[in-house]
């Protein structure tokens, strides 16, 4: 069957093959995370927050001038159907973009307007969002926020949490990220911060987000007929943020203050814009926000790594995105076939109708069951613009 469908695609096939090569060398995450964050840490503490950390970069691995050059060189005009022909058209475009920002990481505003192409700026509705969110009063801290577990004991509940999939992946611990946990799409690979003490509820929502999203649409999207399923449509990062963490509201381990950390993650994007460097959206959620100085970097440091990198506010505009799609009794599956966009459905169920694409082998199974029992947190999504 596969076999009749390339031979009716062939150049569209040998198209995507090509893009698959090329966007090997792309991903983004692999060179925007410092290298240096904690001496950088402990720097900026020790300065009591007056000067701006100096983070260190990997090197690039390729010539961007010459992978830029071989993306375009792709001759689209070959695809006969004007839709796939468009989506290939504005893929080329979003891989282009993220060339543009691997290149010009460390290099302030330059990646800075890179990355707002990429991945925009929260718009005023967005901030006012945030601000409704932080407005609610904070849960009673529980035992489940005790930080007790270590990064082995997390690999343990990560890799018995993932027993429900049939799948297999690598995890490996690094000093050297920006995030409590990260998948790295093209090695399969679950990467954990090795200094870090996770909670109980940390490790539920970061299985929940981690594994029973993005390793699920990442193994969807491999086992797909087209590459451009597992490198990722334009614009996917808004509905796999959308999926992971609706994914934590399904499976009943999202908390306000998880809702809040989104919310603070919009303001710390929006400050950007306002020309905000490093020490002043620290401050701005340090003495403003009153946030502890840990978080306050954390989240700081996620916007501000490579030069100012926006992409943190799109975990709210997801959210609120899949929140609205699922209660509308939308068919939850076509999302998560690949690294796909909730604004592509239409061109997915067209593609699966041509047999170009299927319907994914792995579903994430909080989906199947709505276990959140937080009214606060339906009032809040419920009431989001």
Known sequence: MIEDVVDTYTDLFEIDQNL???????????????????????????????????????????????????FFSQRLERIEDEEIRKLYQDIIYEYSGLIQCIETIGNGKSFYYNSLKVFGTPKERDVENARFILHFEDEQPGQELEKKNTANDAEEYFREFAKRYDFNFHIKKSTNISASAMVLNASETLVLKKNYKFSDNELQVLANHEIGVHMVTTFNGKKQPLKIFSNGFVNNTETQEGLAVFSEYMSGCLTLKRMKELAYRVIAADSLIKGYDFK?????????????????????????????????????????????????????????????????????????????????????????????????????????K
């Open 280 to 384: 002043d959206t620290f401050d701005l959620l340090y003495s403003q926000y009153k946030l502890d100085r840990d978080a306050a970097w954390q989240i700081t440091l996620r916007v501000h790594r490579g030069g100012g990198f926006t992409k943190d506010y799109l975990y709210l505009t997801g959210l609120k995105k899949i929140y609205d799609y699922y209660h509308s009794n939308q068919d939850m599956s076509t999302l998560l076939t690949g690294k796909v966009t909730l604004e592509n459905k239409k061109s997915i169920d067209r593609l699966q109708q041509l047999a170009l694409a299927n319907t994914g082998e792995y579903m994430t199974d909080s989906f199947a069951q709505n276990l959140n029992t937080n009214t606060k947190l339906d009032f809040i999504l419920s009431n989001l």
């Open 20 to 70: 698959d090569r090329l966007v090997k060398n792309i991903e983004l995450l692999n060179y925007l995370n410092p290298l240096n964050i904690e001496l950088e840490k402990k720097n900026f503490f020790a300065s009591k927050y007056r000067f701006n950390p100096k983070f260190k970069y990997k090197k690039i691995k390729f010539n961007p001038y010459k992978l830029q050059r071989l």
